[in-house]
């Protein structure tokens, strides 16, 4: 089973969609790929309450993926993490590329960056549509290889 880490600041929104969106489309196309999420600056998200933002659960069950019962909380990037990853995306690459290179500089360059601003720069509908229709392309790629 090939790995793909998906990264953002607290592990809360943006990658927990991102993670919970890709497994349930691979798993439909049968794709031997499974996705995990990690923060950047767990730190950050300290208004973060419950284990994933509310933004992403409407938004997963508006597409019928379901979440299991005992959600994990967020969980902080550590270089096991990216070792085990055979891709690795950061959501935003305006606010993730400074924290890894403040955090994980030998692995910056392991990272594909797309550009997926946080709540505070773009609304939740619109930021995770992205993501979406990122995800889709990827699937696509990885279904043809």
Known sequence: ????????????YRSRFAEHLFNWLATKQKLDWQADSRGLALERGINN?????HYATEALA???????D???????????DF???????ALDEFEH????????PQWIDAVEYWLVHDIDKTSAPEALGQIEKN????IEQLAQT
């Open 1 to 12: 089973m090939n790995k793909i880490l998906f990264l953002c600041t607290g592990n809360y």
């Open 49 to 53: 309450v419950g284990p994933i933002s």
């Open 62 to 68: 508006a597409r019928l993926v379901k979440l299991p």
């Open 70 to 80: 005992d959600e994990r909380f967020p969980q902080p990037a550590n270089e096991q």
């Open 83 to 89: 070792q085990l990853a055979a891709r690795i995306i």
């Open 97 to 104: 590329r400074p924290l890894m290179n403040e955090r994980f």
């Open 135 to 138: 995800l889709l392309q990827l």
